[in-house]
Nanobody, 127 residues
Framework: QVQLIESGGGLVQAGGSLRLSCAAS????????MGWFRQAPGEERHLVAV????????YYGDSMKGRFTISRDNAKNTVYLEMNSLKPEDTAVYYC????????????????????WGQGTQVTVSS
């Protein structure tokens, strides 16, 4: 069993930056793919960014490319999401996710293929 604890959410003005962190428990966590999804009120959960077990491969949602950067530190079992040039439409609950299969493929962009989820952290971007 893996537990995921997110931190770093909050309120920021448009154009600002935030850094989210997700610490994973469990001996095998460093072998898992990890990532971030987000869900706004009334909407489905969808991809923000995911990264493979070694950190060499990452996928991003289209609206995040060039603004968000995902990274991981396997020594700390932690994945990070650096968010820059934030927009009001980035407002959502951001969820950390982990997948036992540490590789990424096209289906990795779909939430239902991920095995473990954190509680979520709220990000609010004011205009």
């Amino acid at each position: 069993q893996v537990q995921l604890i997110e931190s770093g959410g909050g309120l920021v003005q448009a154009g600002g930056s935030l850094r989210l962190s997700c610490a994973a428990s469990g001996r095998s966590a460093s072998s898992y793919a990890m990532g971030w999804f987000r869900q706004a009120p009334g909407e489905e959960r969808h991809l923000v960014a995911v990264i493979n077990w070694g950190g060499a491969v990452a996928y991003y949602g289209d609206s995040m490319k060039g603004r968000f950067t995902i990274s991981r530190d396997n020594a700390k079992n932690t994945v990070y999401l650096e968010m820059n040039s934030l927009k009001p439409e980035d407002t959502a609950v951001y969820y950390c996710a982990a997948k036992v299969d540490g590789t990424l493929s096209e289906v990795s962009m779909t939430p239902r293929y991920w095995d473990y989820w954190g509680q979520g952290t709220q990000v609010t971007v004011s205009s």
